[in-house]
């Protein structure tokens, strides 16, 4: 009979717009945040594409749940994941609303949920 499945990685990050960083707010150990690289450009730039990095890297298939933590100047914040590896897994935040401030991808805060 197969495992039942688990969480085996959770965290909630956040987007600081003053340091223009992403950090860990909180959630298990095992993993870090930081921008997806960017070529020719060191560090990467903040645009709303995070790469969460496991540390060891995850052995086996895993989903992840993702959750955006709307605001005020976007109430329909948006956010998917990709690029699945052992070692890391992407994120992508946007505003599906076209605003003249933000139209497309966007920094903000997010939870995800890892179920292996």
């Known amino acids: 009979m197969p495992a039942k499945p688990a969480?085996?990685?959770?965290?909630t990050i956040a987007f600081d717009f003053a340091?223009?960083?992403?950090?860990?707010v909180s959630?298990?150990?095992?993993?870090?945040v930081r921008p997806i690289d960017w070529p020719g450009l060191n560090p990467?730039?903040?645009?709303?594409?995070?790469?969460?990095v496991?540390?060891?890297p995850v052995e086996g298939p895993y989903t992840v749940?993702?959750?955006p933590s709307r605001t005020p100047d976007a109430p329909m914040l948006c956010c998917n994941w990709g690029q699945a590896a052992p070692e890391s897994?992407?994120?992508?935040?946007?505003?599906?609303?076209?605003?003249?401030?933000?139209?497309?991808v966007r920094n903000?805060?997010?939870s995800f949920v890892l179920i292996q």
Do not use: C, M, R
């Open 7 to 11: 969480i085996v990685h959770h965290g």
């Open 19 to 24: 340091a223009g960083v992403y950090t860990k």
């Open 27 to 32: 959630g298990s150990d095992g993993w870090s």
């Open 44 to 52: 990467p730039p903040p645009v709303g594409q995070v790469l969460v």
């Open 54 to 56: 496991f540390d060891p």
């Open 65 to 67: 749940l993702v959750s």
């Open 89 to 104: 897994f992407e994120v992508i935040l946007f505003n599906p609303v076209a605003q003249l401030s933000y139209q497309t």
């Open 108 to 110: 903000g805060n997010f």
